[in-house]
């Protein structure tokens, strides 16, 4: 009696299918498939999506090979997956607000910036002509997140990867969500203006963390005064902090986002 056929053998089949190039020796497809199961927390049954998945146009003998098509479905998903719970999850808000927060959460910016902190870079499977042993451009990194996505749901159906999404975009929700009513850049800049004749400016104290996660350090000044330094996972997140902290003293309270 044969023994049924792992899914990890489609591997062999769909392998034929990439560009190897033979002075990389980062092309081993299964440490990548494994890899990327532990960091998606996911396992496939048919492990081939993934390694489709994971596949950039450099690296498939054909674009057809390549997670484009995956990319095109896996950005529908997203849509409605996140549609789906703003709706649940936020009735008081407006059709308007909906659309705002939803446009932030699934933008190429956050789904790159998702995808680095999860350190799907690592997982990539390139051809020539692709520059390795750097960060890749974020809109490269943002496909195969969208790619994953329609991976997991070929392979597993909504139900598996509804939770998934809402555990990858959970604190980039939040903070949507949070910005909505709290541009603190925006409020410091009117404070600044009305009652100090001035405008903040921010400065970027410090950097940290390897080139594909990076944290950042910065303050708000109004004139001479510069007020609490403030990390954040990006630029943008940093200032609006700085400038969270910098309302605070403005008040003689203490920055929210101190040391």
Not at 144 to 149: R, T
Not at 192 to 217: M, N
């Amino acid at each position: 009696m044969n023994e049924p056929e792992s899914p990890l053998s489609h591997n062999v089949e769909r392998a034929n299918l990439i560009d190897t190039d033979p002075e990389a020796p980062d092309l081993d497809y299964e440490a990548k498939i494994q890899l990327c199961q532990e960091r998606i927390g996911y396992r496939f049954c048919d492990s081939s999506l993934l390694l489709e998945a994971l596949t950039h146009a450099s690296g498939a003998s054909t674009r057809l090979a390549s997670n484009e098509r995956l990319e095109f479905l896996g950005d529908a998903i997203l849509g409605m997956v996140v549609c789906e719970w703003l709706y649940q999850e936020h009735p008081e808000s407006s059709e308007g607000e909906l659309t705002k927060i939803k446009s932030a959460v699934v933008s190429r910016q956050t789904c790159g910036d998702v995808a680095r902190e999860m350190r799907l870079d690592e997982c990539l499977i390139v051809g020539k002509g692709v520059i390795r042993n750097r960060s890749y451009p974020r809109s490269l990194i943002s496909d195969v997140f969208e790619a994953i996505v329609a991976a997991v749901y070929l392979d597993g159906g909504l139900d598996k990867v509804r939770p998934l999404i809402r555990s990858w975009l959970a604190e980039p929700v939040r903070e949507s969500i949070e910005g909505q009513g709290s541009n603190y850049k925006s409020a410091l800049q009117q404070l600044a203006q009305k009652e100090l004749s001035s405008t903040p400016v921010y400065r970027l104290v410090t950097e940290a963390g390897p080139d594909h996660s990076k944290t950042f350090r910065v303050s708000a000044m109004i004139g001479e005064r510069e007020f609490t330094p403030a990390w954040g996972r990006n630029k943008k997140e940093a200032e609006q902090r700085a400038a969270a902290n910098a309302l605070a003293e403005l008040q003689d309270e203490p920055a929210p986002f101190g040391e």
